[in-house]
């Protein structure tokens, strides 16, 4: 990768995929998350050895939504290893990010961190020793990107004010014993969380870690041991994208995580971290202009896992 230069890339990257605007809509189960205009695209490409490029709004702030799920998911493996695998699985779950009744089946077990029930899991199990999750949640991103992250509260109200299904939920966990804090304060604070804003550039950069064994160059320490790194990289490949990740897979062949805001991120492992924007979604809830860039992009440096 380290032979092409990644801002001639990107800008052809940003030409190839113009044909796909117009296709899916943005997320508008979040009232607050449906006004962003649908053309809006930025795409941010940071090395392990350095080089940084960027295209379009690479600099303007969206909504992370699910993408926070792996700040989350680092901060409590961290915190508490292994045990966190008491409470969700590590499985593809083969069904929407908000499904219900796989989880009634499976006893209250999420099938992965990443699905709306797995990743209201960890926020419960942070909970148990840390005070606020969101704000941990926010620090952690923003410490990684190098600068502030902002939770932006009027996406976390508007999410809240609609959260039915989230709440049937947690609700569910709650009576199997998945999650021990009153239900309503989890969805609280998990739409917290996913209301976090950042651009592409700043989570490119606080993404690295995952493509550098750990390491994060940006502020020149180890987040997390290689292992655990692996295994993130691992769980994204296989549940980042939800009941999309195969044709994901087949398309791009990276480990990724998408948000209802339309950012999808991925990792080049050994070599660099990917975030993308663009806010239509497809009915899986996945950027369709940040799949096609991706796929573009992959073919174009020739990178992938597989
Ligand atoms: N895939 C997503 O980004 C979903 C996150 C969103 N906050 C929700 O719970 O529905």
Known sequence: MDEFSIADVLAEVAVLVKPHFGKGRPADYIPQLASVPPGKFGMAVRLVSGEEAVVGDADE???????TKIFSLGLALNRFGDEVWTRVGKEPSGTPFNHLSQLEAEE????????????????DQLMDVFKDPP??????????????????????????????????????????????????????????????????????????????????????????????????????????IYDSVGSFAYRVGLPAKSGVGGGIVAIVPGKAAIAVWSPALDRFGTSVVGTVALERFTQLTNCSVL
């Open 108 to 123: 209250g077990v999420p099938r992965n961190p990443f699905i709306n029930a797995g990743a209201m899991a960890i926020c």
């Open 135 to 240: 704000a941990l949640v926010r620090g952690f991103a923003g410490f990684l990107a190098g600068e502030k992250a902002e939770i932006d509260e009027a996406v976390a109200a508007s999410e809240l004010a609609n959260a039915w299904q989230n709440r049937a939920i947690a609700n569910l966990m709650r009576g199997k014993g998945t999650i021990n804090h009153d239900p309503e304060a989890v969805v609280a604070a998990y739409c917290r969380q996913c209301a976090l804003t950042m651009s592409c550039r700043q989570l490119a950069r606080a993404m690295l870690p995952l493509a550098a064994g750990g390491f994060s160059p940006i502020v020149e320490e180890t987040i997390f041991p290689e292992r655990l790194t692996r295994r993130l990289n691992a769980l994204l490949l296989t549940c980042g």
């Open 61 to 67: 702030g969206f909504s992370v939504q699910s993408i």
